[in-house]
């Protein structure tokens, strides 16, 4: 099975710091995305990657950076995190072919801007 | 007009009924469809891929209407444990990459 695992479940930070979201699979999947979830919006793709060192915005990357420097490893760093950044933060991965392929996703973490 | 739409419901229906759930798109150049599973405070989870021809799992059928744009998940025999959000998603080959997730319909099976 497809494990992604999203360092912290729960996390609290204050407005203004710099929050960092880590995200790992063991699959040797190509493809990984970092999304947010908020009621009544379903999931919003913030960014994207499909290699090492190669990113893509999504919809919504205003306020977010990436980082993918290992192919299981992808995090999503909020420069200086403001409240509107409270959210359920969701990790996936898929594997990278012409046709799609389903997305796996992590635990989520559950994201308080105080 | 959002890209994928989803009666948010919630749809409150008792054991052993049969539930139907509707989904729209927009884009019609959307190539692959999936429903997606997920329970309260948990991650999304694959539960069917659907195409052109319908597929059936057990007691879920999924339907695809490209004419209509509209996939639809049926689902049969309702049990207490069916209970969850369902999420209609959306591949674009648009010669980019891009996933459409609709915000979910809510099912409550009740005893």
């Known amino acids: 099975d497809v494990k992604v695992t999203q360092s912290s479940r729960y996390l609290v930070k204050r407005t203004g710091e710099k929050v960092f979201l880590e995200c790992v699979q063991d699959m040797d999947h190509e493809n990984m995305f970092w999304y947010r979830q908020d009621p009544g919006l379903g999931l919003r793709l913030i960014y994207f990657?499909?290699?090492?060192?190669?990113?893509e915005k999504g919809d919504i990357p205003e306020g977010y950076s990436v980082s993918r420097e290992k192919k299981e490893r992808f995090s999503l760093i909020l420069e200086s995190a403001s409240t509107n950044q409270t959210s359920m933060y969701l990790c996936?991965?898929?594997?990278?072919?012409?046709?799609?392929?389903?997305?796996?996703f992590g635990d989520g973490t559950r994201l308080s801007i105080l | 007009r959002k890209e994928v739409e989803q009666d948010p419901g919630p749809f409150n229906v008792p054991e052993g009924a049969t539930v139907a759930f509707n989904c729209t798109y927009s884009n019609s150049a959307s190539q692959s469809f999936f429903w997606y599973r997920q329970d309260c405070r948990k991650e999304p989870k694959l539960l069917m891929s659907v195409y052109s021809s319908g597929n059936e799992d057990g007691r879920f059928t999924a339907q695809l209407n490209r004419a209509s744009q509209y996939i639809s998940l049926l689902i049969r025999d309702s049990k207490l444990s069916d209970s969850a959000t369902y999420l209609c998603v959306v591949y674009l080959n648009t010669g980019g990459f891009k996933t459409i997730f609709g915000a979910g319909t809510r099912l409550f099976v009740k005893a």
């Open positions: 996936a991965s898929s594997v990278l072919t012409g046709g799609h392929q389903p997305q796996h």
């Open positions: 990657s499909y290699d090492v060192k190669m990113k």
